[in-house]
């Protein structure tokens, strides 16, 4: 096939493998590149060193990998169908797992996915002399600068990509390859208008203005990428949320309508969606590393785990069931533990006395 064949039938081929959409673009992001330069000097990236040490191979994708003209960015839905967020939120005894994380690693099950889509276009484009490789959150690529260019939607507010009809709960998947396909003709215009929803609904206020998020103060943030303690001045902001947030997305109105995965890989495991706090921070060890194997709740460690739990337990009612495994978890916990653990045991206390 010609390359103009391809453009016409990848996106085929994608359907096929379970993707809901796909856009090609080329690999200019100078657009983007003032941005995403400003957000980095500003601090704004917190700990997460690695967003500057591959800069520039994030902003010009021929140079991660030699010869690229052409990206296929390709879109997978994720929110499982009854998930109820907003409903665990409102149960200050259950914990909120982000709802990307619910089932498994999407790093394995999107990559997998795309690799055998490159390998259909690379078989279609025999001999000529075609080259790919497949990503997913997993290498320093701008993905969501890609899907825009490549008309999958356009960056919201929140900083996520949004699409009309898709909204945001997708992820995003490329394909680096030389190929000089046709590129998508359609890019998405900004849809956001006067709304704010995301800015003022973010508990930790976090993005700070349209398209800039702080991600020092953002929930995300703090119960994953950082393995540091949590700021005291954000922790009662962050009520039930042990891993991740998704309250910009849960209160954007491109969301209302927003179809639900297919997908069986990504139903919740473990009754993670709905399972009470005292019982997750009572799993040792061992059963953290069982119960979460091939999930992306293995980007934390156990300690990062408690952390979370302790402070979600502090934000909590106050219970004889909460009281108890705080009080036990702490004579074995590590000083980070142990310190998130005491704000926990002080906060439900302090909160007894008001209530007397």
């Known amino acids: ?29 100078s657009d983007h590149e003032p941005h995403v330069r400003a957000w980095l000097d500003k601090g704004f990236h917190g700990s997460m060193g690695y967003l500057e040490r591959n800069l ?6 021929e140079q991660l990998e030699e010869d690229t003209c052409r990206v296929v960015v390709a879109r997978m839905n994720y929110l499982p169908e009854g998930a109820e967020p907003l409903h665990i939120l409102n149960d200050p005894e259950r914990g909120y797992v982000s709802r990307y ?3 498994r690693d999407y790093h394995k099950v999107v990559r997998r996915r795309l690799v055998k889509l490159a390998q259909r276009i690379d078989a279609a484009a025999t001999d000529q002399g075609q080259r790919y490789r497949a990503f997913t959150d997993s290498a320093p690529v701008l993905e969501k600068a890609l899907g825009e260019k490549a008309g999958l939607g ?3 507010k929140h900083s996520l990509l949004l699409d009309r009809d898709a909204g945001s709960w997708f ?19 900004d849809h956001c208008g006067a709304c704010k929803a995301c800015i003022n609904n973010c508990p930790t206020q976090a993005i700070i203005g349209p398209k800039q998020v702080d991600a020092r103060r953002c929930i995300s943030y703090l119960t994953i990428e950082s393995k540091a ?15 991740g947030c998704d309250d910009c997305q849960l209160y954007c109105p491109w969301n209302r309508e927003t179809p639900n995965t297919a997908e069986s890989d990504f139903s919740p495991r473990h009754n993670l969606d709905q399972t009470a706090l005292v019982s997750l921070f009572e799993w040792s060890e061992s059963t953290f590393n069982k119960n979460t194997e091939g999930s992306a709740i293995r980007r934390i460690n156990f300690d990062q785990w408690q952390r979370n739990l302790a402070v979600a337990l502090g934000n909590g ?35 007894s006395s008001l209530d007397e």
């Open 154 to 156: 356009w960056i919201g």
């Open 229 to 243: 303690s949590i700021p005291e001045a954000l922790r009662e902001s962050m009520g039930n949320r042990i891993f």
């Open 56 to 61: 520039d191979k994030r902003l010009h994708p």
């Open 1 to 29: 096939m010609s390359p103009a064949e391809l453009a016409d039938v990848i996106g085929v081929w994608a359907k096929e493998l379970g993707f809901q959409q796909i856009g090609i673009t080329d690999v200019d992001l």
């Open 171 to 189: 992820f995003l998947g490329e394909i680096y390859t030389n190929l000089p396909l046709p590129v998508t003709d359609a890019p998405q215009h």
């Open 317 to 351: 009612p106050r219970s004889e069931a909460a009281l108890t495994a705080l009080k036990q978890r702490r004579q074995t916990a590590s000083p980070m533990v142990a310190e998130h653990i005491d704000w926990a045991l002080q906060t439900l206390t302090a909160r």
């Open 101 to 103: 994380a619910l089932g």
